[in-house]
């Protein structure tokens, strides 16, 4: 269903790199396709960057004020 990268660096990879370089301890993604993509790459980085749909960290700000 998706295509593969044949030649060159895999982009997950080039984007985990760039979120991890920025000191991030959190990722938040719109889609779920990215979603694991990103965490596949962090995985493979062996970071310890967590990945989060953006409604995740919406429910999360709603439990801390209601």
Excluded: H, Y
């Excluded at 660096?9 to 938040?28: F, H, K, W």
Aim: hydrophobic share 45%; charged share 25%; aromatic share 4%.
């Amino acid at each position: 269903m998706w295509m593969e990268e044949k030649i060159g660096s895999r982009i997950n990879l080039n984007r985990v790199d760039e979120a991890i370089a920025t000191g991030a301890e959190e990722v938040a993604v719109g889609c779920p396709f990215c979603r694991v993509m990103i965490s596949d790459g962090m995985v493979a980085k062996e970071s310890s960057v967590e990945v989060l749909d953006v409604a995740q960290i919406m429910l999360r700000s709603v439990k801390r004020s209601g």
